[in-house]
């Protein structure tokens, strides 16, 4: 479970979070949804330690992850970046496989690049890709490979930064599906960020809107067409008039 | 006048503030040398990179530098009556200045600006933080591996170019100016003193390490897009230039003043 308690985060005189309060239960697949610069990344990166918070707790399964070794800690998360955040000087296995390599989780090479190549099974792609450099991979296959990676030492808990930013409506599906498929499979922990309703539909079990740096609505994912909440709706259908101001 | 003491002030302040923090990073890399886990694959790779891979351009330059010194030596010397000097003051000056200032402004040039761009971009790109994120600390993963191996290529890159300078003055002196091999070599050899050559590569240790450092720092600092890789990119090579011929005066004062 993690519970995010009043979190605060400002650069500068950009007040990103004001006072977030969320929980993610266990097994439970959280997307959070929201505008582009609402703090939907810097909120996931605050559990990882990427992003220190101004203020306020975050814990999970009850520790303070300020209070926690950090090796042991980071071993039960994978996370999916944006644009993949591919190493590019190593093939496509060591980028799977990396965890595997070094570290308290290090095994044999050989083993290493098996579970490399069945994690990439998993996702689709085929061994031969396992010996290709990123650069050589289309943005699809990129973002499948980083899923493997997220997944490789079989993580507790997997963020998904926009796991469809950059794909084609056709890919950006199939995406979505092998995360559903990933998440229900593994019975882990899920938190997604997106602002693709079609991710939204798939994936979530619960949605949270983040507005001016405060959860708008949470609630199930089957409830958000009838929240009621003006803020929803408008994010939902896409409207250009609302309450959430725009630039035109 | 307040507004411009203001202004200076928060210049000097700015300055202060940003030299604390690169002190800073220097010691934490530093105090990750003798702490596991080493990354010991990185630490050769980033020795082909900035060594190996470093010695044609530093032994081109030796070798030119080295000739060009011989000619201004031989003909500086004639007026006044001292042509004879040649070897000695190439060895000289190779070794105590030229050899090591060539050597950390080369790899300034090549290693400080591809370290730079090279971790911009990862840092632009998440990389960084997906190091984070698999339990990798970057400055144990990237930094450490990249400053050690500054720091031992920088001696043995110094000790080539001093080789490689000598033997340039000396091709030229003995192919052009008329002095005998063999004098020229004991001359060379009789003048230059232990200390010279320790000096020398303690210059180039500290150089190697100004170099990589600088890299690392301007590369995990560098701001957004594209735009910051160039701003990283270019900032760290002013950087280790501007530094390494302040250290290059320092140990030199140290060193031959002392």
């Not at chain 2, 600088?214 to 230039?241: E, P």
């Amino acid at each position: 479970m993690i519970t995010f308690e009043s979190i605060y985060k400002s650069f500068g005189s950009n007040h990103v979070l004001r006072g977030v309060n969320l929980t993610v239960e266990r097994g439970e697949s959280l997307v959070i949804i929201g505008g582009s610069g609402t703090g939907k990344s810097v909120l996931i990166k605050t559990v990882l330690g990427l992003v220190e918070p101004d203020s306020g707790r975050i814990l999970v399964d009850g520790q303070d992850v300020t209070q926690v070794k950090r090796d042991a800690f980071l071993s039960r998360f994978g996370m999916l970046f944006q644009g993949g955040a591919l190493f590019d000087s190593m093939p496509v296995w060591q980028n799977v496989a990396f965890r595997l390599q070094r570290g308290a989780l290090k095994r044999p090479l050989a083993e290493a690049r098996e579970v490399a190549i069945e994690k990439l099974r998993r996702v689709g792609l085929a061994p031969d890709v396992a010996d290709r450099f990123p650069a050589e991979l289309s943005g699809g296959m990129q973002k499948r490979v980083s899923l493997a990676r997220a997944i490789a030492t079989e993580p507790k808990i997997i963020f998904f930064d926009e796991p469809t930013t950059g794909l084609d409506p056709i890919m950006s599906g199939v995406i979505n599906e092998l995360i559903r498929e990933i998440v229900v499979e593994m019975g882990v922990t899920a938190m997604t960020i997106t602002h693709d309703m079609t991710s939204v539909h798939t994936i979530a079990d619960k949605v949270a809107m983040l507005h001016r740096g405060t959860i708008q609505w949470c609630g199930r994912q089957t409830d958000m067409a009838q929240s009621g909440d003006p803020y929803v709706e408008q994010f939902v259908n896409g409207r250009a008039e609302g309450p959430i101001e725009t630039l035109r | 006048m307040i507004l411009i003491v203001r202004a200076l002030g928060r210049l000097c302040i700015d300055a202060i503030s940003a030299l604390g923090r690169l002190v800073l990073f220097a010691l934490a890399t530093l105090s990750h040398v003798f702490r596991p886990p080493f990354y010991l694959r990185e630490f050769f790779t980033a020795l082909v990179n900035v060594g190996y891979l470093s010695l044609p351009v530093v032994g081109l330059t030796a070798l030119f530098t080295g000739a060009a010194l011989a000619l201004q030596i031989y003909s500086g010397g004639s007026r006044f009556n001292a042509p004879e000097v040649v070897p000695q003051i190439v060895a000289i000056g190779m070794v105590r200045e030229l050899g090591p200032v060539l050597v950390g402004l080369m790899i300034a040039a090549r290693v400080t600006s591809s370290i730079a761009a090279e971790m911009a971009t990862m840092k632009v790109t998440e990389q960084i933080d997906a190091l984070v994120t698999l339990s990798t600390a970057p400055m144990k993963y990237l930094v450490m591996p990249r400053v050690l191996a500054g720091l031992m290529a920088g001696p043995i890159l110094v000790a080539v170019a001093d080789s490689i300078g000598i033997f340039g003055g000396f091709i030229v002196a003995t192919q052009t100016l008329g002095f005998n091999p063999a004098t020229y070599i004991l001359n060379t050899m009789n003048f230059l003193t232990s200390a010279d050559i320790l000096s020398s590569m303690a210059k180039g240790m500290a150089f190697g390490f100004i170099a990589t450092l600088m890299g690392c720092y301007y590369g995990l600092n560098s701001g957004r897009g594209a735009q910051g890789v160039g701003a990283a990119t270019k900032t760290s090579v002013q950087a280790a230039a501007v530094l390494i011929l302040a250290a290059n005066f320092l140990l030199t004062a140290v060193f031959f003043t002392a």
